[in-house]
Structures are given as C-alpha cells and as structure tokens.
C-alpha cells in the first residue's frame, strides 16, 4: 500500500509514525485513516519495533481535526463509512500490542484529539491546543470522542468540553488528565523518545501483556480484571523474557529479551 500521509521511521526500536499532510494542518481524510491503521498493524508484525510514537508533520499541528472539505457534502451513509474508518483507524491504535505514545505538538482538535485519546498516553508542547469543536460545525464528535473521553475525564467534564466546543491550552490538558506530561515545545520529541527508550529496555513480551490486561479490565468489575490479572501474570512464567530478566537481576547484570 502506498503512503501518501503518513510516515514512518524506526530507530532503535521506536517507531515514530507521523501524520504528514501539513497543507491541511494534517488533517484526516479517508486516504489518512486508511493509511494510518494500515500501518500501525503492519508495525506489530516488526520484531524491530517496541513502542509506537504517534505525531504530527510540522510545527503548528498534531491533526487539527477531520478534513472538513472531505465531509462538507457527504450524505448519511458516506458520513457512517467515513465514521467507521475512524472507528478503525482509533481502534488499531488502542489495540495495539506495543505501547503508543502521542506527542501532540500543535492543535489536537476534533478528530486529532481522537486519535490522541486512542493511544497509550499522551505528552503535549506547551503551545498545543486541544479540544472537540464539532458542535461548532453541526456535528459532534464521531471517531469515538464521546467514549473515551468521558471514560477518562469523567463525565461532566467531557460533556462540557464536547458540548461547548472550548479549546484549551495544554496546562489545562494536564490538569483536567488528558494529557501526562507538558513539554518544552522543542524538546518534546526528545522527551516522548526518551520514555520509549525506557519502555523498549524491558521485556517486549511483559509489556504487551501488560497493556492487554490493563485494556481488558478496565471496563469490568474489580474480581474479573484480578481473574485477569492472575491468569496472565502467572502465565509469564513459561516464557523466556521471565526467566531472563529475573536471572539478569540476581547476575547483577542487564538483561537480553527477546520477547518470547
């Protein structure tokens, strides 16, 4: 599959996986979304990739939202197979079995702060701005803004990010948990880098695992995510990474994973 917008580069086992359609403040069209889930999967069949940064092209957006010349005159059904698309593209995002973390570094609007919300965590620039403004144009948000965000947030608070369509600056980001860590505009890649370098040092196989159960208990009750918990945990014991890093440890040495 051709990628017209979207680029990837690994290196030292971080992928980072840009949004490249600077013109449009990277905004997301169908062509973007297909790229984007296409490729987040095809990274997980990379033994060379642990962890998965997800940024925008340039200095001004991380994705300013869905492209609003694309959706301007769709009809019902092109705009649910439009919907879909986003549903799958967040979808690969939130499923994937390496950790994603999204560096937002300019407006993470509409869907743009959809897409932030699919991933793992989220590390801003100071100068990001973050809202779901979709109210202002006679929709509301629809790459699963209206899910996840009140899962994270609460809901009083998303309700009233979603119905006023307020953008707000990165500060308030952090202080309301949308975002975990507010960076120095120019040193936030280097700071996204650095807690992937961190997660890539551990064993590949225990952090995916890890990040499964972590996605399929959070929504259950607390018995069924323990039941979880301990049906996975105990099964690491049968893999290699367990036994190698537990021997590095009493070796007093660093350990060599290999994701097994």
Known sequence: MAHNNVIVEVEEGIAVVKISRPKALNALN????????????????????????????????????????EMKDMNPGQAQVFSRLGHAAMAALETCTRPVIAAVNGYALGGGLELALACDFVYASEQAKIGLPEVTLGIFPGFAGTQ????????????????????????????????????????LMDEAK?????????????????KEVVTRGYDRPTEEGEA??????????????????????????????RGV
């Open 194 to 210: 650095k807690t992937a370098g961190q997660i890539a040092l551990n064993s590949p196989f225990a952090v995916r695992v890890a």
């Open 148 to 187: 996840r965000l009140p899962r994270l947030i609460g809901k009083a608070r998303a309700k009233e990010l979603i119905f006023t369509g307020r953008i707000i600056d990165a500060q308030t980001a952090l202080a309301w948990g949308i975002v975990n860590k507010v960076c120095v505009h120019e040193s």
């Open 30 to 69: 169908a062509e973007t979304l297909s790229e984007l889930a296409h490729e987040v999967k095809a990274l997980e069949h990379r033994s060379d990739v642990a962890v998965l940064i997800l940024t925008g092209e340039g200095d001004k957006a991380f994705v300013a939202g869905a492209d609003i010349a």
């Open 228 to 257: 979880i918990e301990v049906m996975a945990w105990a099964n690491l014991f049968a893999t290699s990474d367990q036994k190698e890093g537990m021997a590095a440890f009493l070796e007093k040495r660093k350990p060599r994973y």
